[in-house]
């Protein structure tokens, strides 16, 4: 009994700082325990976290490193390849003899040929090109974009893709992601760069909503304001007097039903007039790629509804 006493009473001091007793004692990813009150090392285990190699330049590190890429869905293999290099040298720097050269540039050829064997993997390196070209003339983030590549890999495992447009569905896969996350993209936006027509993109997102069971927020006017004021250069108080706008719209239920990007250009519209901007309908309504009549209906029935002096 008295040894357990003895053994309890040695174990609680080696948990206090034997320079201020302090009990608060933090470990170092070093492996170094240290007191947190007054910074004594009480014990240490070095752990070197590091290379084994050193280096004393940026451009020595990066010769020297080993590490590629992350691993991002954006890539067929997911940004993992196995590449057979061009140099003609071996890791001491020797020049490789001409028959082994002869060898390599032949495995290099076949193992760029058997890269992508099946026709899912060449089906998905076509349709991540694709997404790409779109990203790019869009200017869509990375995170949207991965978001469109997972997409697009779900319809692909379930075998939506097989009889249909790759392009389709890789269109449909990137209005699906912004309108997942909220940062809209009309479908007549996307089926100006995409290969296929708008209706064609609209088919296949209906069909990725059914069978993948895809929940979609409803798009706010709101979200429309920013862009459709940028590209008719209206300045920023005139965007906030339009978002004013919309928000008592949509307390009055003003909103439902509509298109909200018609909804974004009248409210932008009304605004312009009461802030004294000069923008015509016409210049609204070709900033949100709309007809001047919707501008027209939706700018009647938010004055109506909202009882505006305009």
């Given at each position: 009994m008295s040894s357990n006493k003895g053994e309890l009473k040695q174990e609680k001091e080696a948990q206090k700082c034997p320079e201020c007793g302090s009990t608060l004692l933090v470990k170092s990813e070093t492996g170094e325990i240290v007191c947190g009150n007054c910074g004594l090392v009480i014990g240490e285990e070095a752990y070197d976290m590091g290379p084994e190699w050193r280096a004393f330049t940026l451009e020595e590190k990066a010769g020297k490193s080993r590490v590629g890429g992350p691993v991002s869905i954006l890539h067929a293999d997911k940004g993992l390849p196995t590449v057979i290099d061009k140099v003609g040298k071996d890791a001491f720097g020797r020049k490789i003899d001409l028959p082994t050269r002869i060898q390599m540039l032949r495995l290099r050829k076949w193992q760029t040929r058997t890269q992508y064997q099946s026709p899912i993997e060449r089906n998905l390196l076509q349709a991540l090109a694709e997404l790409d070209r779109i990203a790019d003339k869009l200017h869509i983030p990375e995170d949207l974009q991965e978001e469109a590549a997972e997409i697009y890999r779900k319809a692909l495992d379930k075998g939506l893709v097989r009889g249909r447009s790759i392009s389709a569905i890789v269109a449909a896969s990137v209005y699906a992601a912004c309108r997942a996350y909220n940062r809209p993209r009309s479908l007549k936006e996307i089926a100006s760069v995409s290969r296929v027509k708008r209706k064609d993109i609209a088919r296949c997102y209906r069909l990725l909503l059914n069978e993948?069971?895809?929940?979609?927020?409803?798009?706010?006017?709101?979200?429309?304001?920013?862009?459709?004021?940028?590209?008719?250069?209206?300045?920023?108080?005139?965007?906030?007097?339009?978002?004013?706008?919309?928000?008592?719209?949509?307390?009055?239920?003003?909103?439902?039903?509509?298109?909200?990007?018609?909804?974004?250009?009248?409210?932008?519209?009304?605004?312009?007039?009461?802030?004294?901007?000069?923008?015509?309908?016409?210049?609204?309504?070709?900033?949100?790629?709309v007809t001047e009549v919707t501008v027209r209906n939706r700018y009647k029935s938010l004055k109506e509804q909202l009882n505006l002096d305009v």
């Open positions: 993948l069971d895809l929940r979609m927020p409803i798009p706010e006017p709101k979200s429309y304001v920013s862009k459709i004021a940028t590209r008719a250069e209206v300045p920023e108080e005139t965007q906030l007097k339009a978002i004013q706008i919309l928000d008592e719209a949509e307390k009055r239920g003003a909103v439902v039903g509509k298109d909200p990007v018609g909804l974004a250009a009248a409210a932008l519209y009304i605004a312009c007039v009461l802030t004294g901007e000069k923008k015509t309908q016409k210049d609204i309504a070709e900033a949100a790629g």
